[in-house]
């Protein structure tokens, strides 16, 4: 790897833009960091949710739909969030009056 004037300095970040390394720059970090928007179904029974829930009966999961002022919680007491398949996006659900109260999450395997 090469390094800029001779010297990798403590801190630099590299990464792969096409065909060559180069090093991060802050907008670049803020992209690699950024949580990306959750996916959204107003009702416990709806596409987004069934869809989920399928990926994660698969691989062995239960799961759960605890409130999402619980999920800190839940997380400590060893339950997983339930990304949308292919995704980073947490899977909210439950709109009432313009918010969502609920997260799919996967309880914990015993």
């Known amino acids: 790897m090469r390094s800029v004037a001779g010297v ?5 970040v590299w990464f ?12 670049n970090l803020e992209d690699m960091f950024q949580v990306p928007d959750p996916v959204k ?3 416990p029974d709806g596409k987004v949710v069934q869809d989920t829930k ?3 009966k698969k691989l062995g999961y239960q799961w759960s ?7 800190d919680n839940k997380l400590a007491e060893g339950y997983q969030i339930a990304f949308y398949p292919g995704t980073r996006s947490e899977v909210w659900v439950n709109e009432i009056g313009g918010r ?3 997260i799919l999450m996967l309880k914990p395997k015993i």
């Open 8 to 12: 990798i300095y403590e801190g630099q």
């Open 16 to 27: 792969r833009r096409g065909s060559k390394n180069t090093i991060a720059l802050h907008r």
């Open 41 to 43: 179904s107003a009702r």
């Open 54 to 56: 399928e990926y994660y």
């Open 65 to 71: 739909l605890p409130l999402l002022s619980d999920k």
């Open 100 to 102: 969502y109260e609920c």
